[in-house]
């Protein structure tokens, strides 16, 4: 059986990005931002796979880990790109919440030191829910916390992809030994 070391560096980080993800799914639904929190939703529901997998040594769920964590690295590389306007992306679009509504990221009016001031409309022609927020004074630019928090993913993400490599390529020579045995 693998190493019970090899196993609980990799449960420790599917737990790490398992909370993570928790935190950013907090933020993505206070934001209103519905494909960030559908990608959440599915990384959550795999990194428990993955956890389960790694608990119970089920090399299966831990392979279906793996390659999701490759899937995951490209939709954090997209978010940066995204929030950096990379290639032709708008941070100002309404792509993040499925073109359904104007919410923006949490942190553009939250972030640290940012002081958000709401103005009543000042055309005629508006609807009266509508105010015009105004921020200033943020330490941080949002998108930049944001570009942060998808760099950590990112992180959390290769080192449990190597450790998880680690653990099938271990579990596959111990199945390989008890076939010629």
Same mark, same amino acid.
């Given at each position: /059986?693998? %190493?019970?070391?090899?196993?609980?560096?990799? %449960?420790?980080?599917?737990?790490? &990005?398992?909370l993570?993800?928790?935190?950013?799914?907090?933020f993505?639904? $206070?934001?209103?931002?519905?494909?960030?929190? #559908?990608?959440?939703?599915?990384h959550?529901?795999v990194?428990?796979?993955? #956890? @389960? %997998?790694?608990i119970?040594?089920? *090399?299966?769920?831990?392979?279906v880990?793996?390659?999701?964590?490759? #899937?995951?690295?490209?939709?954090?590389? @997209?978010?940066?790109? @995204?929030? $950096?306007?990379?290639?032709?992306? =708008?941070k100002?679009t309404d $792509?993040?919440?499925?073109?359904?509504?104007?919410h923006? =990221?949490?942190?553009?009016?939250?972030? *640290?030191?940012?002081?958000?001031? !709401?103005? *009543?409309?000042?055309?005629h022609? /508006? &609807?009266?829910?509508?105010?015009?927020?105004?921020?200033?004074?943020?330490?941080?630019? @949002?998108?930049?916390?944001?570009?942060?928090?998808?760099?950590?993913?990112? #992180? $959390?993400?290769?080192?449990?992809?190597?450790?998880?490599?680690? !653990?099938?390529?271990?579990? &596959?020579? +111990? +199945?390989?030994?008890?076939?010629?045995?």
């Amino acid at each position: /059986m693998v %190493g019970r070391t090899g196993l609980h560096e990799v %449960g420790h980080t599917i737990a790490i &990005m398992l909370l993570s993800a928790l935190e950013r799914q907090i933020f993505d639904f $206070l934001g209103f931002q519905w494909a960030p929190i #559908l990608g959440n939703f599915l990384h959550i529901i795999v990194v428990i796979l993955g #956890l @389960f %997998g790694t608990i119970q040594y089920r *090399p299966r769920y831990i392979m279906v880990y793996t390659v999701w964590t490759a #899937l995951w690295v490209t939709w954090n590389v @997209f978010i940066i790109c @995204f929030y $950096l306007e990379v290639g032709g992306l =708008s941070k100002d679009t309404d $792509l993040m919440t499925f073109n359904i509504s104007v919410h923006r =990221s949490w942190w553009r009016e939250h972030g *640290p030191g940012c002081v958000r001031r !709401v103005l *009543p409309p000042s055309a005629h022609g /508006m &609807m009266d829910d509508y105010t015009y927020v105004s921020v200033t004074g943020c330490i941080v630019d @949002f998108q930049y916390l944001e570009v942060i928090h998808s760099a950590i993913q990112i #992180l $959390l993400s290769l080192v449990g992809f190597v450790y998880a490599c680690y !653990v099938i390529s271990i579990s &596959m020579e +111990e +199945e390989d030994t008890c076939r010629n045995k």
